[in-house]
């Protein structure tokens, strides 16, 4: 019995966790409770009411938020990023399991898209595409290409500069994922594939692929959540069309009634339907592989 | 071994990183590379002046060699952004460390740790400014907060500092941030092997003794990663700083994007040269004490 009984410092540190987890959740919890501030409530507490009455503005568009044209754009643009993260990552982390000629540059330029500040990499990509845009349009000029001269305005976009953005930031997670994954991976599985004849393709296909499986859907769940709520690398290289997250950021500022909470416990929502989706599916994933291996 | 030499096909790898490579290439070192060029041209009020000027290095550190006069703007903004990294830094590290060192060494299920470890570290998958926004009905003149304190008595009107100062900046930089340092530290404990611990103790070490001479040492590169992100996230920051400090408190990253909002290209690349030369300082002498290659 003696041994098992706790130090002062578990206490401690246990109660200090308990207070850390409450800073975590209790602001985001609190928002939740306020978006269903009755229809004269403010942006504080007391409740005058509950009711669904901001989530309504917010749906119908009619409040001082329409939000659901950046909704979409931010949704098929975390699709993107979701699926060429995952790819890209994967084929890389598995090239990083032999020797190629200039690995430790790409790996160093990996972990430096990570590290260098956000905004930097966004005013490079906003400067890369300004100069872009002007030499089309010099060349055009240049040579009298016609519907160049009058259609091109910038190639600038949520697809082009935006979806690049991105994947700056996402792409390095995925890597560092598939390392901690093929760091733990047993070599002897392919080693016994190849001596039984499969050919590099069927050794990729059944066997690395179904072990890996599981933790793809952990790569996809950062490249989605991530995508979905950056700012910082997407300011200066979007163009136009603004994401979710930028039109938020602006909001702050102008909006005063508690549909931004509504808005708010919205997109949160859908990074925790996300999370919870991804949970699902690693835990899908992981049962096949084990029916696999018994079967 | 006879079937398949790993040299004989030495391209299959080349073009399995190929992606990335390219990735990287387009939307990382030519935005770079563009960003080094663009700051040594001219430019006017409509255009950009292909040149190899100083002009804008020269503006930007205008007045600064002339100390008698008080710091020149650009220096105060520096000194702005490092003393709130100074903060951020030390409260995220205190508390990623605690929280890192409950998770490791006070938990005892594995099942328990990981489920404890995602509750801290889900967050990160949810949107920044959201979680910013959080606050203000906590730090508002009228919001939660002020109400306790008023009604406690413990103050007698309410506290504006609270909001849109370095304290909300500060707050809520150590929301967002602190499991950058939880999670490398949390990895750098989980590799201690226990037996050094007990050894320690049978040794005759005090708990305070055990943490300084054998965890805090073992554990600093999970500390050392987790400051340079810390650092250089707060070094690069505008949106917290903008959002928390209402659009009032200078940082490096605000200048950038103001300056970018007025078109002035070139002037905003010799900001950005000169921030990215002192993050790779930074990160340049804290990986002197680490490699990191092998933390992974």
């Given at each position: 019995?003696?041994?098992?009984?706790?130090?002062?410092?578990?206490?401690?540190?246990?109660?200090?966790?308990?207070?850390?987890?409450?800073?975590?959740?209790?602001?985001?919890?609190?928002?939740?409770?306020?978006?269903?501030?009755?229809?004269?409530?403010?942006?504080t507490f007391p409740l005058r009411g509950v009711s669904t009455h901001w989530y309504e503005l917010l749906w119908r568009g009619s409040g001082v938020i329409d939000i659901w044209a950046s909704f979409r754009r931010s949704l098929w643009l975390g699709l993107?990023?979701?699926?060429?993260?995952?790819?890209?990552?994967?084929?890389?982390?598995?090239?990083?399991?032999?020797?190629?000629?200039?690995?430790?540059?790409?790996?160093?330029?990996t972990i430096a898209s990570l590290i260098v500040p956000s905004i930097v990499v966004s005013l490079?990509?906003?400067?890369?595409?300004?100069?872009?845009d002007d030499g089309v349009k010099a060349f055009a000029e240049e040579h009298g290409v016609e519907w160049l001269n009058e259609g091109y305005t910038t190639a600038m976009g949520l697809f082009t500069s935006g979806?690049?953005?991105?994947?700056?930031?996402?792409?390095?997670?995925?890597?560092?994922?598939?390392?901690?994954?093929?760091?733990?991976?047993?070599?002897?599985?392919?080693?016994?594939?190849?001596?039984?004849?499969?050919?590099?393709?069927?050794?990729?296909?059944?066997?690395?692929?179904?072990?890996?499986?599981?933790?793809?859907v952990g790569v996809a769940l950062f490249g989605f959540t991530l995508s979905w709520d950056e700012i910082a690398r997407t300011s200066q290289a979007i163009g136009d069309a603004n994401?979710?997250?930028?039109?938020?950021?602006?909001?702050?500022?102008?909006?005063?009634?508690?549909?931004?909470?509504?808005?708010?416990?919205?997109v949160t929502g859908v990074s925790v339907l996300v999370i919870a989706l991804a949970f699902l599916g690693v835990s899908v994933a992981k049962r096949r592989a084990a029916k696999r291996v018994l079967g | 071994m006879s079937s398949s030499p790993p040299d004989r096909r030495p391209v299959a790898p080349l073009l399995q990183a190929a992606p990335l490579a390219l990735v990287l290439l387009l939307f990382f070192v030519f935005p770079l590379l563009a960003t080094a060029v663009v700051s040594l041209w001219n430019y006017t009020e409509y255009s950009l002046v292909p040149d190899v000027t100083q002009r804008n290095y020269v503006e930007m550190?205008?007045?600064?060699?002339?100390?008698?006069?008080?710091?020149?703007?650009?220096?105060?903004?520096?000194?702005?952004?490092?003393?709130?990294?100074?903060?951020?830094?030390?409260?995220?590290?205190?508390?990623?460390?605690?929280?890192?060192?409950?998770?490791?060494?006070?938990?005892?299920?594995?099942?328990?740790?990981?489920?404890?470890?995602?509750?801290?570290?889900?967050?990160?998958?949810?949107?920044?400014?959201?979680?910013?926004?959080?606050?203000?009905?906590?730090?508002?003149?009228e919001g939660v907060v002020n109400q306790f304190l008023v009604g406690t008595g413990l103050v007698d009107q309410p506290q504006d500092w609270l909001l849109f100062s370095d304290f909300s900046v500060v707050l809520a930089f150590v929301h967002l941030y602190t499991l950058f340092v939880t999670v490398p530290v949390f990895n750098s404990m989980m590799r201690i092997d226990r037996r050094l611990l007990e050894a320690a103790q049978d040794a005759g070490a005090s708990g305070w003794q055990?943490?300084?001479?054998?965890?805090?040492?073992?554990?600093?590169?999970?500390?050392?990663?987790?400051?340079?992100?810390?650092?250089?996230?707060?070094?690069?920051?505008?949106?917290?700083?903008?959002?928390?400090?209402?659009?009032?408190?200078?940082?490096?990253?605000?200048?950038?994007?103001?300056?970018?909002?007025?078109?002035?290209?070139?002037?905003?690349?010799?900001?950005?040269?000169?921030?990215?030369?002192?993050?790779?300082?930074?990160?340049?002498?804290?990986?002197?004490?680490?490699?990191?290659?092998?933390?992974?």
């Open positions: 019995m003696d041994e098992d009984r706790r130090p002062l410092s578990f206490w401690l540190l246990g109660a200090f966790f308990l207070l850390f987890v409450v800073f975590l959740y209790g602001p985001t919890l609190t928002i939740l409770v306020l978006s269903f501030q009755g229809p004269e409530g403010g942006l993107v990023v979701m699926v060429l993260t995952t790819v890209i990552s994967l084929l890389a982390g598995y090239a990083f399991r032999r020797r190629f000629p200039g690995q430790g540059l790409l790996f160093n330029l490079g990509i906003a400067l890369e595409f300004r100069l872009l979806l690049g953005a991105h994947l700056t930031w996402t792409l390095p997670f995925g890597l560092l994922i598939m390392f901690a994954v093929f760091n733990r991976f047993p070599n002897d599985l392919e080693e016994a594939a190849r001596d039984l004849g499969a050919s590099p393709w069927q050794v990729f296909r059944h066997v690395v692929l179904p072990l890996v499986a599981p933790s793809l994401t979710l997250p930028l039109e938020l950021q602006g909001l702050t500022s102008t909006v005063t009634t508690p549909e931004i909470y509504a808005l708010g416990t919205v | 550190f205008e007045g600064c060699s002339n100390m008698g006069e008080g710091l020149c703007t650009t220096f105060r903004t520096y000194l702005s952004t490092l003393r709130l990294c100074a903060m951020v830094w030390a409260f995220t590290t205190l508390f990623g460390f605690a929280i890192s060192y409950f998770l490791a060494f006070h938990v005892r299920s594995d099942t328990m740790r990981m489920v404890l470890f995602l509750v801290c570290t889900a967050p990160f998958l949810t949107s920044n400014v959201i979680r910013m926004i959080s606050w203000l009905p906590l730090l508002g003149r055990t943490l300084w001479h054998v965890v805090i040492p073992l554990t600093k590169p999970g500390l050392v990663i987790g400051s340079i992100f810390v650092i250089v996230l707060v070094m690069g920051d505008f949106v917290t700083i903008g959002v928390m400090g209402g659009q009032q408190i200078a940082s490096i990253g605000k200048v950038i994007q103001v300056q970018m909002s007025y078109l002035q290209f070139p002037a905003a690349a010799a900001q950005a040269v000169v921030l990215l030369g002192l993050v790779l300082l930074v990160i340049a002498v804290m990986t002197r004490l680490i490699d990191i290659r092998r933390e992974l």
